[in-house]
Structure formats: structure tokens, C-alpha cells
């Protein structure tokens, strides 16, 4: 009984936020999905990193070790992906990336915020980071045709994970008055992402039902257990354990959708996915914390 309130307890407020966009748009009200993702992903989501990482009490040594583990997930990840699009004989342009990659920003962070605290979102902000850098790259590549290093480069998040992580192996603090504002700022982020995150669900149009089940629960058990495998590997403490199969085996990002259709694949059947691999993700996420916990 008190695991069951704890699991809600974590979860309930990243769902009911959601909630709260899902029905934000279905109450027929405006709001702008491109400039609040501007501005989260922009500002107030590399100022949550940095300040996540400046201030984690979490041994650099640690950190390291869940973003070689993190590195090794992912490479795994997208090794099984491409194998199972190509035994379902998918088109890899639409179907490989959503497989790959989860919504470690807007449920992830959060999450591991509420179940772990502090160290939780310090080390959840490095495999969020790591699953950014190989989504801008070879994300970007597999949906257009081509990726470039150059987009990394300008990603605020990347140089907030940079900059974190100098300062923290450093032990470096800005002074009070800057840590406050980019504290300020930085809270912005999760009650912004969740809340997109409904609104974007409530606008797509999934199709492909029956499909999209099919590969959600697929790509679910496969990032479970590589995650799980990878994160025994490299002998992880048990937040940092945690946090790495929470992250790696979250339901499919909207930025695939996005992707999909600024690229020109098929981007209804992404939509799909999303909505499908998220609404699952209300009973798969509580379950998977149960036994995290």
C-alpha cells in the first residue's frame, strides 16, 4: 500500500499537468506549442541543467559513468531498433527514430525529479543531454537524409550540459543573486513541458492504431531491457540505475512527430506512435517505478 501511494505520488502531478493541456486545448483555448517550446528548450530548460548540475552533491566520477552507460544504452538501442523496423519491414525515415527515442525532457525530468530528488534530475539532465546530441545528429540524419554537427553546436542545452559539468568538476558556484534568477528560470521548464506535452497530444491525429500498439509495446520492452542490461554492465548505484531505464524507456517524443513532418515522412503514423506509446506510458511508468523503487 505505501509503494502504490509513493508511485502515485510521483506520478500524479506529471500526468495531471498534462491533463491540463490536453484539456487547455480541448476547451477551444489558444495556445502557441512553438513559442512556448522555443522558450523552454531555449532558456528555461539549459538553465534547469545547469543549475541541476552545479549544484548536484552527485561524485563527477558518477556522472561520468551514467553518460558512458547512457552513451553504450543508446548505441544499443539503435543497433536493436534498426534490426526490428527491418524484420517488420518498416520505412527506417519514419519508423527508426520514434523507436529510438523517448521523451526524456518532458516526462523524464520530471519524473526523475519527483522519485529521486535533486540527484535524480542531476543525473537524469546527463541522459537527457546524451539522447539530445544523438537525436539532433543522427536523429536529424535518418528523417531528412542528413545531419549536422554544426545544429549541436547551437543548442543552448548542449553548452548548459558543457558548462554544468565544468562547474561542477570544478566545484565552481555563481554568485547567489545569478543562481536564483537561473533557478527561476529553470522552474519554468517541467510544468511548461508537461503541459505541452498534453496540448500536443490532444492536436495529433494518430493513425495507424492497431500498428502503433504494436511497435509502442515493442520498443517499451526493448529499451527496458537494454537499459536495464547496460545499466547492470556498468554497475550503476541504484538512483542512477533507476534513472537510466526510466529515461531510455520513455514513450515516444513529439519532437519525432515534428521531425516527421518538417522532413516529409510519414508523419500520421508518428503521430501515432506518440499518442498511443503515451497514453501507455500512464500505466507503464507507475508499474516500472514500482519495481524501481
Known amino acids: 500500500m505505501n509503494l502504490a501511494l509513493t508511485v502515485l505520488e510521483i506520478t500524479a ?10 484539456a ?32 548536484t552533491e552527485v561524485d563527477p566520477v558518477a556522472l561520468a559513468t551514467l553518460s558512458l552507460a547512457s552513451i553504450a544504452a543508446y ?7 534498426a534490426v526490428m523496423v527491418f524484420i517488420l519491414r518498416l520505412k527506417m525515415r519514419t519508423y527508426l527514430a520514434p523507436v529510438i527515442f523517448g521523451n526524456t525532457g518532458n ?25 539530445a546530441i544523438w537525436s539532433f545528429t543522427f536523429g536529424i540524419w535518418v528523417v531528412a537524409g542528413g545531419g549536422s554537427l554544426t545544429k549541436v553546436l547551437k543548442e543552448p542545452l548542449v553548452w548548459a550540459t558543457l558548462l ?10 555563481t554568485p547567489r543573486f545569478l543562481t536564483n534568477t537561473l533557478e527561476l528560470i529553470g522552474q519554468m521548464a517541467i510544468p511548461l513541458m508537461l503541459i ?17 500498439i504494436v511497435i509502442s509495446t515493442l520498443k517499451l520492452a526493448l529499451c527496458i531491457g537494454i ?26 517524443a513529439v519532437t519525432s512527430y515534428l521531425l516527421a513532418e518538417k522532413y516529409g515522412a510519414d508523419s500520421d503514423a508518428v ?7 503515451t497514453l501507455m506510458s500512464v500505466i507503464a511508468i507507475p508499474a516500472l517505478l514500482a519495481v524501481l523503487l
Do not use: H, N
Not at 495556445?31 to 517550446?37: E, K
Not at 505541452?196 to 493513425?207: D, E, F, K, N, Y
Not at 537499459?227 to 515516444?252: C, E, H, I, K, N
Open 271 to 277: 503521430a501515432g506512435l506518440v499518442v498511443v506509446s
Open 164 to 173: 554544468g559539468g565544468l562547474f561542477l568538476w570544478q566545484d565552481w558556484q
Open 75 to 81: 548505441g544499443a538501442v539503435t543497433v536493436a531498433a
Open 13 to 22: 502531478p506529471v500526468f495531471i499537468l498534462a491533463a491540463i493541456g490536453f
Open 196 to 212: 505541452t506535452l498534453g496540448v500536443a497530444v490532444a492536436r495529433l491525429t494518430p493513425g495507424r492504431t492497431m500498428q502503433a
Open 107 to 131: 516526462l523524464g525530468l520530471p519524473l526523475a525529479l519527483f522519485a529521486f530528488g535533486e540527484t535524480g534530475l542531476g543525473y537524469a539532465v546527463v541522459v537527457f543531454a546524451i539522447m
Open 227 to 252: 537499459a536495464w542490461a547496460v545499466g547492470r554492465w556498468f554497475a550503476l548505484d541504484d538512483t542512477a540505475f533507476a534513472v537510466l531505464v526510466m529515461q531510455v524507456s520513455t514513450p515516444v
Open 24 to 55: 487547455w486545448v480541448k476547451a477551444g483555448f489558444e495556445y502557441r506549442v512553438g513559442f512556448v517550446t522555443q522558450l523552454a528548450m531555449t532558456l528555461s530548460v539549459p538553465c534547469l541543467i545547469f543549475t541541476a548540475l552545479m549544484k
